[in-house]
């Protein structure tokens, strides 16, 4: 690449701070035109504060903001668009009610016509190889064609640089593959792209350059293509990366946890119906359930923990006994522990302490007699938590909302872990949380297991499900696919399922295509 | 929400951000920088009006209170605001929101005169007693109505409870109006005189104060032990903080509401006791001067919290005692004192919001989108 061409985009000594923390503390990075750019670091390095100021969002404290050599401040994102920015949100925000050309039209100015808006949306689409239908509406779109819509509204514009956002942490493999050829024909048209991630192979795999934060510093620089994943990693936790021990199955153990024929209507109106979902969870293994969100693990967990009960009491047995019509409260008393997805508000309250979190499902562990709280014993379990579990806080009376996500991930997940469950049931059980603590919580859930207990993991990770689980089987659209042992499968099949699509389940599959570019 | 749809002013532009830790200290100071700020504005007030303001500060504030009677009169009000106050306080905490206390003070009124009444009970020893257990029964009946609808029903407990206040003050004008009427009362729409067996003892000689205070300092006890203190009460707390939560964890969203509906109701009940067997000895139309309204303030002011609540009590009923002496002795008019009440709620509110967030004004482009907070 030499001579250097003019940098794109190019970031000087950008300084931010929080009242409590120093998001970015003195960054430089630059962009050149038709670069695919990896910004890797963990939760709360400061990427997400970064891609904010480059796009306007935030204001730098200081240091200074350069589009193709000339100074600019970025004063709002309508500001970035017109100089050629755009960015896709892990979260996106489009109208479920609205068509796909309804939906672009909104972020065009003027009032363009819908019919001419859906014309340019089919010629871009074309181009860069994602099919998407400009008159269907967001709601009947799966995440991948949804993410498709977001990156097409970018591309109406005049696009010169495309910021993403953690982009394939809602795609099954498939889809993300399709998006690294669109991101890679994007680049070689010119554009250039900010990706930001913190998954080693996809950057190894689709960038060109990376630029390393930890703790919102520049930790290093490097060409993901020549480095090893192991060297990135040291870049960006600051050590080397740890990893969970595993030792193969018990065998076979008294089934704890049974599903059979288990159907249940959505509760909201874009919510996904189950359908005969049937599986046996046995004492002494981890079983897994793969799929991408939205595809009715919200409704099997509210199902199983027992926070929407059933009209079949028999559809869902607790340790041999029905219990579909037992409410969340008589589950737990035989033996049911659950780490729900949400953290902050359903798992744990807030603005209440660690204490009196420990209590809200730990209570049958001494704490309550005769209807009064014993605040020692609830005191004493509250601290066992914290160092068995290595949680790193102010102490019991910390209210729940000063920990970071994976301090208090591992606060819930030792509170349930600790009240010695027949079952455990954990979604998403490193979902935002840092590589270390993601670690220490996976290697729990497997020492769990080694001590008995019948474990139940449901995720969107699958390099996580391959890492700790026995038995693996598959959640979309309502439906359960059959399960395999991990040993005896790979990510490919995995990913396939996921988009419905198993050997048995020909009429699950609809006629709009789900996942990614194999549409037509 | 929509994140492309950015617009950039230029505007001078406040905002209050939240404060990363809000200090101990002045959350517990809050509420004495409101009472300065409220008296800070009735010097301008009385100044403004032409009066001397030291002369109406003390009009207000101490007037009332510089004496035995005079504190008695304090307690008195601040007895059933407290009371109702608290029980009111353990359904909010559970986000039950019983609007309806003065309907159930009355019914507990009319439950307590129904047993004072009764010819068999007039010099029994067990009128008394008997009288407290059907006043907070009563109460708790009348409360039960819009908890019933709300848990099977789904009914709003806000508009039952409230329209059934009328449905109550309607019932005690048709008793004292017709059956109950004292035939000896010249045609007044009044109940007879209770027996004394059936008047709560006078604790000083020479003042109004009656047992009902005793009644409410056993509610605050009882109701700081069952908030802070008991299982129940925590529960209550996490269905009001969090209803997902409260799933979660398998706790009863029906048991909240009754709970938090019946402790109102129990609560209201005795103040109508209080009232009837208390200071009037009989039933009136004119029962209660709105004390189960008040004291949805009083819950307020006093944070929900039982002790902050007889503090809150208090304050309340020396703004009424205040507004009454002014009115006397300075020639005040009566809305005085209700532009004192609302200046205290005012400025507590305001210092709330102060204690947890502060102000930042600042010139510089800002968006219409709202994606930054994703």
Known sequence: MDPRPQPRLELRAIRKAYPAVVANDGIDLDVLPGEIHALLGENGAGKSTLMKIVYGVVQPDSGELLWEGAPVRMASPAHARELGIGMVFQHFSLFETLTVAQNVALALPGKPSLDDVARRIEAIAQRYGMPVDPRAHVHSLSIGERQRVEILRCLLQDLKLLIMDEPTSVLTPQAATALFATLRQLAADGCSILYISHKLDEIKALCHRATVLRAGRVTGACDPRQESTAAMARMMIGRDLPTCQHASSSGEGEPRLEACGLSLARSEPFGTDLRDVSFTLRAGEILGIAGISGNGQQELLAALSGERTLADDAAIRLCGRPCGRAGAAARRRAGLCFVPEERLGRAAIPSMSLADNALLTAHREGMVVNGLLRSQVIDAFTRRCIDAFDVRCGGPAAEAKSLSGGNLQKFIMGREILQRPKVLIAAQPTWGVDVGSSVFIRQALIDLRNAGTAVLVVSEELEELFEICDRLVVIAKGRLSPVRAAAETNVEEIGTWMSGLWPDAADVAEPRDRVAGHAH | ?374
């Open chain 2, 1 to 374: 929400m929509w994140p492309n749809r950015g617009i950039a002013w230029q505007v001078m532009r406040i905002s209050l951000e939240p404060r990363v830790a809000p200090s101990r200290a002045m959350r517990w100071a809050s509420p004495l920088v409101a009472v300065a700020l409220t008296m800070l504005l009735g010097v301008v007030l009385f100044a403004a009006l032409g009066k001397d303001p030291l002369a109406g500060l003390h009009a207000f504030f101490i007037a009332p209170i510089d004496s035995v009677n005079g504190v008695a009169e304090l307690l008195i009000k601040a007895s059933p605001l407290t009371i109702i106050a608290i029980g009111l306080a353990v359904g909010f905490r559970g986000n039950v929101w019983n609007i309806g206390a003065e309907g159930q003070l009355v019914v507990g009124a009319i439950a307590a005169g129904w047993v004072a009444l009764q010819p068999a009970l007039a010099e029994s020893a067990l009128t008394l007693p008997a009288m407290i257990v059907a006043g907070a029964l009563g109460g708790m009946a009348w409360a039960a109505i819009p908890a019933w609808l709300r848990t099977r029903f789904n009914a709003n407990e806000i508009l039952v409870s409230l329209m059934l206040t009328y449905v109550a003050q309607l019932l005690l004008n048709y008793l004292v109006f017709g059956p109950w009427r004292d035939p000896q009362g010249f045609n007044a729409p009044q109940s007879p005189l209770f027996p004394e067996a059936a008047m709560l003892p006078i604790l000083i000689e020479g003042t109004r104060l009656n047992a009902s205070v005793l009644l409410t300092l056993t509610a605050v006890a009882v109701g700081w032990v069952f908030l802070s203190r008991s299982f129940p009460g925590y529960q209550t707390r996490v269905s009001g903080l969090s209803g997902a939560a409260a799933r979660y964890a398998g706790f009863s969203e029906r048991r909240t509401v009754w709970v938090g509906m019946l402790a109102g109701g129990a609560a209201a009940g005795l103040a109508g006791v209080g009232e009837a067997a208390g200071t009037l000895g009989q039933l009136l139309p004119s029962l209660s001067p709105g004390y189960g309204f008040i004291a949805i303030i009083v819950a307020f002011v006093g944070r929900l919290h039982p002790v902050g609540i007889l503090f809150a009590g208090l304050l309340m009923s020396l703004l009424y005692l205040g507004g009454d002496s002014a009115q006397i002795s300075m020639g005040l008019p009566a809305a005085a004192a209700a532009l004192f009440q609302g200046a205290l709620l005012f400025f507590l509110l305001g210092t709330d919001v102060l204690v947890n967030y502060r102000v930042r004004v600042r010139r510089s482009a800002t968006t219409a989108s709202a994606q930054g907070a994703a």
